[in-house]
């Protein structure tokens, strides 16, 4: 096997971009799987002879990613996201559904080839919940209609119909251009004073730039909130090696898809971003890392870079400045685990998205050994901002050490989920649902919001007064993250929830550490027990256990990230663990006496309802 003429110049274009050559190992690996439909032993063979590795280093970087696949399969691939929001718009009916009607497993493909059909985990489109892709398109807000247009040879495309912030003021400013016509090309973008001002930034010193960055005191958006120019500070002044950029815009946290919204509608913002944020930290070159899954996020990014370079605002001496700024946009092949800087770095480097020990941090050490700087996409964005309008500006636009425009994506049972604008913190999380979202879904009472994405201790109904910024969510017992809050009604298991997230983390830890890798699993066949009415009293004292064996003994912050929904749901919601230990029900049978068993106290015998069915199209958690 070899790659056909046209590939092979697009694979010697594309390894020219990067100083070291393995790191196109996979963008060789897509070449191969689109050219030969899966990635066959030769088609490794292959690729490890295009880059000097072995065929064992190939297949090992191969295996670890889910968008690559080791066999054939059907024409159309259905992937159906079973993550929390898809998960509570009913995507476990959908996707059981879509097999039956093909008389197939998930995993499996149709006897006649023509459909293959796979559970993934948050695509970032939770607003567009029950979300879906058909080789790679959006199909959001999917419906069984759909999947039966789709099953009888139609072309079934829906991306999410982003919705404008209801507050009227102030006009958003990262936003700004998202809702105009033809948004992602250059010419909008140039029409609403993009690019004006880059030959200004860029003729500022470098020092000036960091400087600006400090004091505007701009905090990560990636979820550490971390304050960035200080972040560049660290980078080692008497380093004699090329400096990098990596572009964080693997956004895979559940909950949040508030950086995928700038990618594809308003693409030009980040490269701008991108160009005057590598002048400021002295690099020549960027890595924007795009997760796989967003193949519309790529496709709109490569287009928008072309048309930059084309224009003279990417690349060698930009605009006369003597700036020279190369952008390289990677795509990552599906691991949630690679949006973590260091194992986006050994992903971005051909390897397994495993995370690196640290120290050394990537301000010493990053990609090649060379000191580099991860930000998250919406952080960059707001870099060009407060050159523009002044660091004083930006600190005082949100609150207190939360300075700056804010992204809010907010699902789950909702009205109006989507991902909205505000001055930092100065939306409470309860306006976030009320005044932004619409409010609760089917006049239903709020029980319990995962305020900042997956990792962030889940808050209760009258936890909700609370700004959404780092330190008044943190004041509050959680934690803004990525800020993708996740609504839940009283309908909903709290059980449920920490079984539905624990199982994306069992599925994405990266398996370097053991306590992790086992501990999740751990984790997950406890939940699903106590789920399904089997658990005993000790299950609770068990998995609070195994949390702590969890607990600060891991390689990196994943698996702390891993145990909070159990743990923070324990806490607050330990009678419902009880009741389903106690009375030995699905959720579907305790739930319309669970209020009132509770009002009562923790003694009440449960027993009207427990001859009712134990089968709840909720609790069902399929393989791995
Ligand atoms: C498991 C894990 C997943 C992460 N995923 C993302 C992500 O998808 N996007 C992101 O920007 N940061 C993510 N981060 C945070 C990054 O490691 C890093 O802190 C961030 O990109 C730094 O950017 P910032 O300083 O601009 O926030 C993740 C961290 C961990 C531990
Ligand atoms: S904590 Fe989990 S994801 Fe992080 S290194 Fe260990 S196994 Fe990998
Ligand atoms: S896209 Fe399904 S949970 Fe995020």
């Known amino acids: ?29 897509y070449i191969a799987q689109e050219q030969e439909g899966w990635l066959t032993t030769e088609a490794m063979e292959y690729v490890a002879s295009l880059l000097d590795l072995s065929v064992a280093q190939v297949h090992d970087t191969a295996t670890y990613y889910t968008m690559f696949r080791f066999g054939p399969q059907g024409k159309t691939l259905i992937e159906v996201c079973t993550t929390l929001s898809c998960w509570l718009a009913g995507s476990e ?35 567009g919940a029950p979300a879906v892709q058909v080789n790679g398109e959006w199909l959001e807000r999917a419906t069984e209609a759909d999947i039966d247009r789709l099953l009888a040879g139609e072309p079934v495309k829906r991306a999410f119909d982003w919705p404008k912030s209801p507050a009227e003021s102030p ?53 550490a909130g971390f304050p960035t120019g200080l972040k560049w500070g660290f980078l080692p002044k008497d380093n004699p090696k090329p400096r990098y950029l990596c572009v964080n815009a693997d956004e895979s946290e559940p909950g949040t898809y508030k950086d995928r919204v700038i990618i594809e509608k308003d693409p030009h913002q980040l490269i701008e971003a991108v160009v005057v944020s590598s002048h400021g930290i002295r690099a020549k070159t960027a890595f924007i890392y795009i997760r796989g899954e967003f193949h519309e996020g790529f496709r709109t990014l490569e287009g928008a870079l072309q048309e930059a370079y084309a224009a003279g605002y990417v690349g060698k001496d930009i605009l006369g400045t003597g700036v020279d700024v190369e952008i390289v946009i990677h795509r990552g092949a599906g691991a949630y685990e690679c949006g973590e800087e260091t194992a986006l770095i050994e992903s971005l480097e051909g390897k397994r998205g495993q995370p690196r020990l640290k120290p050394p941090f990537p301000a010493t050490h990053g990609v090649y050994g060379c000191p580099t700087i991860v930000n998250n996409v919406e952080t960059l964005v707001c870099v060009p901002l407060i050159l523009d309008r002044g660091a004083d500006w930006f600190a005082s636009y949100g609150v207190e050490k939360n300075g700056g425009p804010k992204l809010y994506s907010i699902s789950g049972d909702v009205l109006r989920p989507g991902s909205y604008e505000a001055p930092s913190g100065k939306v409470t999380l309860r306006q976030l649902i009320y005044d932004y979202a619409g409010g609760m879904r089917n006049g239903r009472k709020l029980r319990a919001v995962v305020p900042g994405g997956s990792s962030t201790p889940v808050l209760t109904a009258d936890e909700i007064d609370v700004g959404m910024d780092f330190d008044s969510l943190a004041k509050a017992g959680s934690m803004l993250g990525s800020a993708g809050t996740v609504v839940l009604d009283d309908s909903r298991s709290m059980v449920s929830l920490a079984r539905n997230l624990t199982a994306f983390y069992k599925h994405e830890s990266c398996g370097k550490c053991s306590p992790c890798r086992e501990g999740t699993g751990w984790m997950l066949r406890l ?98």
Not at 6 to 22: C, G, H, L, S, T
Not at 100 to 121: M, P, Q, W, Y
Not at 564 to 593: N, V
Not at 597 to 617: D, I, M, N, V, Y
């Open 1 to 29: 096997m070899e790659f056909t003429p046209a590939n092979k110049d697009k694979f010697e274009a594309i390894v020219k971009r990067y100083p070291v050559r393995r790191s196109a190992l996979l963008p060789a690996l």
């Open 93 to 127: 009916a959908l996707l059981g559904s879509t097999c039956s009607k093909l008389g197939i497993k998930e995993g499996g493909t149709s006897a006649d080839g023509k459909f293959s059909v796979r559970r993934v985990e948050c695509l970032a489109a939770c607003g």
């Open 171 to 223: 006009a958003p400013i990262l936003f700004r251009n998202v809702w105009k016509d033809r948004s992602t090309s250059i010419e909008t973008y140039r029409a609403g004073g993009g690019y004006a001002n880059l030959k200004k930034h860029l003729s500022m010193t470098p020092d000036e730039v960091v400087d600006t960055v400090k004091k505007s005191n701009l905090r990560g958006r990636g979820g």
């Open 527 to 624: 939940l699903e027990r106590v789920e399904a009415g089997k658990g005993e009293e000790k299950d609770l004292t068990t998995l609070a256990q195994v949390c702590d064996s969890i607990s600060g003994k891991t390689l990196c912050p994943f698996g702390d990230a891993a145990i909070t929904p159990a743990l923070s749901t324990m806490a607050k919601f330990r009678e419902e663990y009880e009741y389903y230990i106690r009375e030995k029900g699905s959720w579907q049978r305790l739930a319309p006496t669970f209020e009132e068993a509770k009002r009562r106290g923790p003694h009440t015998a449960h027993s009207s309802q427990s001859s009712q069915s134990e089968e709840s199209p909720q609790s069902t958690v399929g393989t791995r």
